[in-house]
């Protein structure tokens, strides 16, 4: 644990032996939590599992006879996904914002192969199609979101290590850099909102037709 919380010998050294330690437990983060989840799909049993969130039969039936109000889901979403977000951005700035980047990666990751799994149980490869179809094309924009935020954690902790070594004479210029890299990682994001309040439920619509 020394060695993953302890930045100051790469940095010392010129290395990028500790952002490659990070990346790798990113790396792992997300294929451990992607089998966690295919793991506790099945330990639960497709009767329990079967029912949830997209894979629910009433809910499929409804969703494909039902005109999806774009901008009443956009505020929706919004209100669900933004606060997460904006709590990261402010965590980029601390020592808690790599740990954080990996936590909502490793959910990521556990929530995907759970989904996978239980759709597979249930409707063979055709619910392979069902997942991919419920993730596009907005985690296009969310994951490089959630991987950037996860460089720029490194990024900054890493450049606010190097500022107190100079006596602290960029410190402004490092939060600029954050503050102008978390807009537009803001801006990126709610893109991804868009789409999947407008472009997303038109997609599921139409691979809904083979269910």
Do not use: H
Not at 128 to 134: A, D, K, S, T, V
Not at 149 to 172: H, I, N, P, T, V
């Amino acid at each position: 644990m020394g060695k993953l919380w302890n930045l100051r010998p790469s940095w010392q050294n010129g290395t990028s032996g500790t952002r490659t330690l990070w990346a790798r437990l990113m790396q792992g983060m997300l294929l451990l939590a992607f089998a966690a989840g295919i793991v506790m799909a099945n330990l639960m049993g497709r009767e329990a599992v079967s029912n949830a969130g997209i894979l629910n039969d009433y809910f499929i039936e409804k969703f494909q006879y039902t005109d999806i109000n774009g901008e009443n889901l956009f505020f929706y979403i919004l209100g669900e996904r933004v606060p997460l977000l904006l709590l990261l951005c402010l965590l980029v700035f601390t020592s808690l914002g790599v740990a954080a980047g990996v936590l909502v990666l490793g959910w990521q990751g556990f929530s995907i192969g759970f989904m996978l799994s239980t759709a597979i149980a249930k409707y063979g490869i055709k619910g392979i199609l069902l997942i991919l179809g419920g993730l596009f094309p907005q985690y296009l924009f969310y994951t490089p979101v959630y991987l950037f935020y996860c460089w720029l954690s490194l990024y900054l902790r890493r450049r606010f290590y190097l500022d107190r070594q100079e006596a602290g004479m960029g410190r402004k210029y490092i939060y600029l850099t954050g503050l102008v890299a978390v807009v537009g990682v803001i801006l990126v994001f709610i893109v991804g909102i868009f789409l999947e309040s407008y472009i997303n439920p038109v997609i599921l619509k139409k691979i809904l037709n083979f269910f």
